[in-house]
């Protein structure tokens, strides 16, 4: 039972790079999320998605952007790198529905650093 | 929009002491709490949740919290801590309908000193 899968789990960019940041669950779930955290602070939402096909900005979705193609997989792609964009990144599925509201389950992350 | 205000950035205790870790919150709507756990290294684990019922809630390895209400609080609590116990916690509400995206704290790093 893997749960939430993130790859890789480090990377390191140069400044204008693009990268993707993979994420797929096993679970099911319909709900997922990208989230970041930065040193001494607690997780902030960049994107989430309630399905296949419907995504929808968080907080901090500015130099990002998602896909879901598929109920499993949750891509986050950065275009053009930026050291502000240095954080650890997170996601996260959840099964929701019309009465039934589940906890989130993380993935171990991927660090990321741009220099 | 709700918010998190962890009291809180470090404890350090002595093992087999208690300790309570602070979470207060404010929203508009209905909430859940939770409070989520991370060594390090690693990803968020789940410690324990309010959805309904019940106002003090446990987890299995001894944590309580407790949601009042009136005081928008959801404060953690174990009566006597391990040197395992060290780590970061994280306090979270999630909208009760919508997108049910997780608010959270800045986090609190609990030191548990020999």
């Known amino acids: 039972n893997a749960g939430v899968t993130q790859t890789p789990k480090f990377r390191i960019l140069k400044i204008g790079q693009s990268m993707t940041l993979q994420c797929t669950q096993d679970?099911?779930?319909?709900?997922m999320y990208w989230y970041r955290q930065d040193p001494g602070m607690g997780l902030k939402l960049i994107y989430y998605?309630?399905?296949?096909?419907?995504?929808d900005k968080g907080e901090v979705p500015n130099g990002y952007n998602v896909s879901r193609s598929t109920t499993e997989d949750f891509p986050l792609r950065l275009e053009l790198a930026a050291p502000s964009q240095t954080s650890v990144y997170f996601c996260?599925?959840?099964?929701?529905?019309?009465?039934?509201?589940?906890?989130?389950?993380f993935g171990d992350g991927t660090r990321l650093s741009i220099l | 929009a709700q918010s998190v205000t962890q009291l809180d950035s470090q404890v350090p205790v002595f093992e087999e002491a208690p300790v309570e870790l602070r979470c207060n919150y404010s929203s508009s709507v209905s909430v859940y709490l939770f409070w989520y756990v991370q060594y390090p290294n690693q990803g968020l684990q789940l410690l324990l949740k309010?959805?309904?019922?019940?106002?003090l809630v446990e987890s299995i390895n001894g944590f309580e919290a407790e949601f009042n209400k009136s005081q928008t609080s959801f404060h953690l609590r174990k009566p006597s801590v391990h040197i395992s116990d060290t780590a970061e916690y994280f306090c979270a509400v999630s909208e009760a309908k919508g997108r049910r995206a997780l608010t959270f704290g800045s986090g609190t790093r609990l030191q548990v000193q020999p």
């Open positions: 998605s309630v399905g296949a096909g419907i995504t």
């Open positions: 996260a599925s959840s099964y929701s529905g019309e009465n039934s509201n589940q906890p989130q389950h």
């Open positions: 309010y959805l309904s019922g019940s106002t």
């Open positions: 679970m099911n779930h319909n709900y």
